[in-house]
């Protein structure tokens, strides 16, 4: 319909040709054009998807186009709802992944320190053992126990220690009263049926029999005894420590040789310009 204005100023409406159906077929081509263009679109995706590991989960919905030729032509195209892609597998990717390595590394680490190549520790020798010369000045029976002896030993330090020994069995008390002897002096002080024994007289001993070591002629309480071939020092420790278990790497050294001298690794104790130190009749016995 065309408006105008005719010669006395009214409106006046005449009718044109309608091309409205030829609009709709255009609409109507452009529609099945533009569907065509969106499904090869849709397989191409589908395609690279799948390439790339992702599962289809398709959800059809049929294009669909409208078109009328009443009061002008109205086309509507409804898009295809996207692919949803697989979340499960991207859900996997994306989550953190385990502490394994981080483990096994510290486990690695812990193997390293543990069983890993150590530096060689020397071996404790004689020369970290304090050996000194005492003096019985006091012996009696250990109040708690029959087969002990506690005894005060004078060893050159002003004021006697402490000592409990094993040796009622072995050893006449009249015979240890006023007894020069070797003594042990770095030990830990440990308790003996509750007294605390500050150092340890040194025997020779068998499975059946125990003699207390003689020292040679001449010493006095506080002389140093020591080995031929081992320099005799002050580098000792005050006390040894037990978890290094320093002694008890040294004792399966110390024997008497045939002569019932008494040695380290065949090294005889003694005491500088005075002597050696031997058993009274123990040869081959372990020192201790």
Partial sequence: MLLGLDGTGEIK????????????SRLQAENAQLQAEVERAL????ALETSHGVIQIPYPRPLTSQAGNQQGSEV??????????????????????????????????KEKKVGGPSMPTEEPSITQVDLRIGRI???????????????QIDIGEGSPRTV????????PMEEMQ??????CCNL??????GVLSQAMVMCAATDDKVEILLPPEGVVPGDRVSCDGY?????????????????????????????????YKGSPFKVEGKGLCVAPTLADANVR
């Fill in 76 to 109: 509507s195209v409804q898009k295809p709802d996207p692919v949803a892609p697989d979340t499960t597998e991207a859900a996997e990717k994306a989550k953190p992944a385990p502490k394994k390595a981080k483990i096994e590394k510290k486990a690695d680490q």
């Fill in 178 to 183: 006023d007894r020069l002897v070797i003594m």
């Fill in 137 to 151: 000045v006091d012996v009696k029976k250990h109040p708690d126990a029959d087969t002990l002896y506690l005894e």
């Fill in 231 to 263: 320099a005799l020092g002050d580098d000792f420790p005050p006390q040894m420590n037990p978890k290094k278990k320093i002694f008890e790497q040294i004792k399966p050294h110390l024997k008497t040789d045939a002569n019932k001298v008494a040695c």
């Fill in 43 to 46: 397989k191409r995706l589908v």
């Fill in 13 to 24: 409406y005449s009718k044109v040709s309608n091309n409205g159906g030829r609009e709709v």
């Fill in 164 to 171: 409990v020994s094993g040796l009622v069995k072995h050893v």
């Fill in 188 to 193: 830990k002080p440990a308790k003996m049926r």
